[in-house]
């Protein structure tokens, strides 16, 4: 016993002599397959950049042990590389080699209109000018309705800025939400329990959401209840505070459903509205909520209006003469 802890201390005299430390990161919130790279590519141009550092990985956990100067030098540079990613969920060789090399990170491409980069590298960007417009009213009002036939961007614009004022600590949450309002099918004859039942409607914010965050990170955020995906009917007796809340297929909301989602609005929140007038799903004796809302609410102040058409269409080629001929034939 007498020996271990001679051979203890002799240890960390040793360890106090060099000036040596150990250092343990937590790769938190990022795909790190593409940290270390492919064969552990990557991870070799740290190792070789660093080599007074003993430094192992595994899995999410780095550890480092060498001399204090070169760990802090080394942590600034993890920190550099980890901010990096979290900008543009990847990195490569040159992006990795330019921040060990430099004191500036690389930087980013410079793409008119890009509202963020999203999974794997993707730009998401506001392509048409009423999408611009869309982006722009959000940044000047805390409540804008966005109409407009399918495959305008409403939902996936939307879906972007909220990513966007999360990433830069604007809110605290993001809360996706939507009325389960069968489109010519029965929700009761569905199979499953109710969450079962429900997911099919919010696929489609599921989906925006993948594009946006890295499965890694979104898994963590739902769990965090840092996103939210829910239907409507959840939001009563909530209150939503410092949260982007975005509502999709308002135009099947009922006029008290739209009241009650308006009135959870909290402090330091934003909310977007979506829908398409022309789609409405309730039963035909049964008024929309999104029509009735814009009547009432017109030239309130904070409150802005976007409307898009065929011209914002961003899915095939074909949506946008389906639009139109569908539009022809309403007016005979």
């Not at 398409?276 to 049964?286: A, F, G």
Request: aromatic share 8%.
């Amino acid at each position: 016993m007498l020996f271990f802890q001679i051979y203890v201390y002799f240890c960390l005299q040793q360890f106090k002599k060099f000036n040596l430390i150990d250092i343990h990161i937590e790769l938190q919130d990022i795909n790190v397959k593409n940290f270390y790279g492919e064969n552990n590519s990557l991870f070799k141009l740290i190792k070789n950049h660093f080599p007074k550092l003993k430094i192992t990985g595994r899995d999410i956990h780095l550890y480092a042990q060498g001399p204090t100067k070169e760990l802090e030098l080394f942590e600034i540079k993890i920190q550099e590389i980890l901010n990096h990613f979290g900008e543009f969920n990847k990195i490569t060789e040159r992006e990795l080699l330019q921040i060990l090399n430099t004191n500036t990170s690389p930087a980013s491409v410079q793409t008119k209109n890009v509202i963020i980069h999203g999974a794997n590298g993707k730009f998401v960007v506001a392509r048409t000018e009423n999408q611009k417009k869309l982006v722009e009213s959000v940044l000047h009002n805390d409540m804008v309705f966005a109409i407009g036939p399918a495959g305008t961007g409403k939902t996936y614009t939307g879906v972007a800025l909220a990513v966007k004022a999360l990433k830069e600590r604007e809110v605290k949450r993001i809360i996706l939400t939507r009325p389960a309002v069968e489109a010519g099918e029965n929700l009761g004859f569905l199979p499953g329990d109710l969450k079962e039942k429900l997911d099919p409607y919010l696929q489609p914010l599921y989906d925006a959401l993948r594009d946006m965050i890295s499965q890694e990170k979104l898994v963590s955020y739902l769990e965090k209840g840092i996103v939210e995906v829910a239907p409507l009917a959840f939001m009563r007796g909530r209150t939503l505070d410092d949260a982007f809340v975005i509502l999709d297929e308002a135009q099947n909301t009922t006029p008290s459903q739209m009241k009650m989602f308006l009135t959870r609005m909290g402090e330091k929140a934003k909310f977007i509205i979506t829908g398409d007038p022309t789609q409405i799903d309730l039963p035909r004796n049964q008024s929309s909520g999104l029509k009735n809302a814009i009547e009432i609410l017109d030239g309130v102040k904070g409150i802005a209006l976007i409307e898009l058409d065929e011209n914002d269409v961003v899915r095939h080629k074909l949506v946008k003469d389906i639009l139109i001929a569908y539009q022809k034939n309403e007016k005979k």
